[in-house]
């Protein structure tokens, strides 16, 4: 363990393009920050994967269609 003195290696975040830690410290890799990750994946979910709200009510409640046997 002799790592005194390596600089972090860093990578661009996606969502700010700032400077982003990529470690085991940083549990937001490749984000800079929990932020940066949130922001990114309401975005995501807002703009890139719109669900149809409806029509959920033919299954029951383990997601199952009414075939119980
Ligand atoms: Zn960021």
Do not use: H
């Not at 549990?27 to 990114?40: G, Q, T, V």
């Not at 033919?58 to 075939?67: A, F, I, K, Q, R």
């Amino acid at each position: 363990m002799s790592e005194a003195g390596k600089p972090a290696r860093t990578v661009r975040c996606p969502t700010c393009q700032g400077p982003s830690v990529w470690s085991a410290e940083n549990p937001y890799k490749p984000f800079c920050s929990e932020r940066c990750r949130l922001i990114d994946l309401g975005a995501w979910a807002n703009e890139e994967y719109r669900v149809p709200v409806a029509e959920n009510d033919t299954l029951d409640e383990n997601g199952l269609p009414d075939s119980k046997d």
